[in-house]
Nanobody, 118 residues
């Protein structure tokens, strides 16, 4: 399985960006797709996750500003980020979690930099 992210960049505070992550390979149908981020000196944190049925979960700091969605036919997950703040600056990573009866298996993308200037 390979995950390829795109859409990062530099944006002013209040602006918007849309991240995409395309998964390829043999992917188990029961899975979740999520976005995580890691700022310098910080641990990687969950931003948002969506399961194969479309149920979503967000970290409190992005609720109302970010929207996660997925295209199951193309194994792609998106993160629409609006009203960006400087504290959103981080490397954003896509993660695919395959959910097997006996456990889970994670796949990570390479990350894409998001920088929000004040």
């Amino acid at each position: 399985v390979e995950l390829v992210e795109s859409g990062g960049g530099l944006v002013q505070a209040g602006g918007s960006l849309r991240l995409s992550c395309a998964a390829s390979g043999s992917i188990f149908s029961m899975n979740t797709l999520g976005w995580y981020r890691q700022a310098p000196g910080n641990q990687r944190e969950l931003v948002a996750v969506i399961n194969s049925g479309g149920k979503t979960t967000y970290v409190d700091s992005v609720k109302g500003r970010f929207t996660i969605s997925r295209d199951n036919a193309n194994n792609t997950v998106y993160l629409q980020m609006n009203s960006l703040k400087p504290e959103d600056t981080a490397v954003y990573y896509c993660k695919l979690t395959e959910l097997y009866r006996v456990g889970e298996y994670d796949w990570w993308g390479q990350g894409t930099q998001v920088t929000v200037s004040s």
